[in-house]
């Protein structure tokens, strides 16, 4: 059973290096370009791929970890939402399948869960119970913004590349931070938190950008 385990870590370290390296790749090349489309397909598959594993070892007798399963579901939705994301650019579509819905609610249900979670941990002081509350609270928000996008993307002709751009810049920070945790063993609380917070200036940043006709037209998604 070890030697299972330890050959499926390995795999899933393996595609989430593939991951990590195209995510960086394609937030390097243009936008919208044919580099920027093979990476984005590249880093959505090892990402899948990867966390999937997660959710296996993370369920394996003398591994259970609720916390990193949770984290696999938060990644797998960052990168399943920020694909949906771009069917809603199609004008045949005029409102959010069930396929949508179920993605967020799905992650929905799990922010709920960890923030719960976080919220009695905290309570009993049992150690890191901060980070089922910060990734409770920011899978809520995320979400929350899924649904609000759900409504009025056809009013805002933009809703759909920043839903886009902030879930796969999400999955790229879940893919750096499980570096630093996983890949050089730094798993102290801040490395958890910091790169979330600086990449949410960054997808905030974007979204300022993303307001500006001529950065629009300069991406062809």
């Known amino acids: 059973m070890e030697e299972t385990i330890k050959t499926l870590v390995y795999i899933h370290a393996f595609f989430g290096g593939i991951g990590l390296i ?3 790749g394609s937030i390097v090349v243009k936008k919208g370009n044919s580099s920027h489309k093979k990476l984005g397909k590249l880093f959505t598959y090892a990402m899948v791929i990867s966390s999937l ?3 296996i070892v993370a369920r394996m007798p003398n591994h259970e970890n609720l916390f990193l399963f949770l984290i696999g579901i938060f990644t797998i939705y960052m990168v399943l ?3 949906r994301a771009l069917t809603f650019k199609n004008k045949a579509k ?6 949508d ?11 709920i869960l960890m923030i719960i979670l976080g919220v009695v941990g905290m309570i009993q002081k049992v150690d890191n119970s901060i980070l089922y509350l910060f990734f409770g609270a920011f899978g809520s928000f995320m979400t929350f913004k899924d649904f609000q996008t759900f409504k009025n993307f056809r009013q805002k002709k933009n809703a759909w590349l ?8 999400g999955a790229l920070i879940a893919s750096f931070t499980a570096f630093l945790v996983a890949g050089l063993h ?6 958890w938190i910091l790169p979330t917070v600086l990449g ?11 307001k500006s006709k001529k950065v629009l037209k300069s991406i062809k998604l």
């Open 186 to 191: 730094i798993g102290t609380t801040a490395v």
């Open 101 to 111: 819905k179920s993605i967020s609610g799905t992650m929905f249900i799990a922010s």
């Open 200 to 210: 949410t200036v960054y997808i905030i940043y974007w979204n300022r950008k993303l």
């Open 81 to 83: 939402a920020g694909n």
């Open 22 to 24: 195209s995510g960086l």
């Open 162 to 169: 920043i839903s886009h751009v902030g879930r796969m810049i």
């Open 94 to 99: 005029t409102k959010a399948d069930l396929l």
């Open 53 to 55: 594993i997660s959710l």
